[in-house]
């Protein structure tokens, strides 16, 4: 389902419209690149990293680096999936089709994250997902400039502790552009994630060999089973 942009007030959707919106969207990208920056802000300190995503249709691309040092890829070349853990120096290949890209979106299970727990997944090659135990429920979804902000929360009925989640997206897409997340208990934050686009583009002229296994990483890493590395 397609939400239309207007300046009358939103009907608020759920959160399951939102996440099935986002899931079909970033699957109608044909030639899309976008680089994300992120920071994970807690009592202990902080984290960042940048996360580059390339997307022509059932191909991707997908970087997790720290500044120019690369940390994980993955990727699907039309035939083949891969993925390679270059800490590790070790990476594995996967034939078939793309499943990730194919598989029709449904809401997530019961038991797909812990009780009074929130995470999110950057790296299934598409659109980000975040999931909270209790479940999301959207509270708010408005315009903010140009931008449409839709805003969940989940709260612990024990505790009172609360996520709340902020996503920014562009004009007449459900492609996200920003996010925030803020952990709180019942009196003070927790913790904080901040992700923002810093680079993007909707004609990026991909070429085919931009997602292809590199071949430096064929031939001097290691070969290990998916199910090792891939999940």
């Known amino acids: 389902m397609i939400f239309l942009f207007t300046t009358a007030p939103l009907e608020l959707p759920t959160w399951d419209e939102v996440s099935q919106a986002k899931h079909a969207a970033y699957r109608n990208l044909s030639d899309y690149f976008e680089t994300w920056s992120v920071r994970i802000l807690d009592e202990e300190g902080e984290e960042s990293?940048?996360?580059?995503?390339?997307?022509?249709?059932?191909?991707?691309?997908?970087?997790?680096?720290?500044?120019?040092t690369f940390v994980l890829e993955s990727g699907y070349d039309g035939a083949?999936?891969?993925m390679a853990l270059h800490e590790a120096r070790a990476f594995s290949i996967r034939d078939g089709p793309?499943?990730?890209?194919?598989?029709?979106?449904?809401?997530?299970s019961p038991d797909?994250?812990?009780?009074?727990s929130f995470r999110f997944n950057f790296v299934d090659g598409y659109?980000?997902?975040?999931?909270?135990?209790?479940p999301f429920a959207v509270v708010s979804d408005e315009m903010d400039g140009e931008m449409r902000r839709v805003r969940p929360k989940a709260k612990?009925?024990?505790?009172?502790?609360?996520v709340t989640l902020t996503e920014w997206f562009r004009k007449d897409t459900?492609?996200?552009?920003?996010?925030?997340?803020?952990?709180?208990d019942a009196e003070r934050e927790l913790s904080r994630i901040e992700g923002r686009i810093v680079n993007y583009s909707f004609e990026a002229k991909n070429p085919d060999a931009r997602f292809n296994l590199p071949q430096a990483v064929q031939e001097g890493y290691?070969?290990?089973?998916?199910?090792?590395?891939?999940g």
């Open 127 to 134: 659109d980000i997902s975040f999931l909270s135990n209790p």
């Open 112 to 116: 797909a994250v812990a009780k009074n």
């Open 222 to 230: 290691r070969r290990v089973p998916w199910s090792d590395i891939g």
């Open 49 to 68: 990293f940048l996360f580059d995503r390339y997307i022509a249709g059932a191909k991707y691309r997908i970087s997790l680096r720290r500044g120019t």
């Open 80 to 82: 083949r999936q891969w």
């Open 156 to 162: 612990r009925a024990d505790t009172g502790a609360t």
């Open 174 to 184: 459900w492609i996200c552009a920003r996010f925030d997340v803020v952990l709180k």
């Open 98 to 108: 793309n499943e990730i890209f194919s598989r029709k979106w449904q809401p997530p």
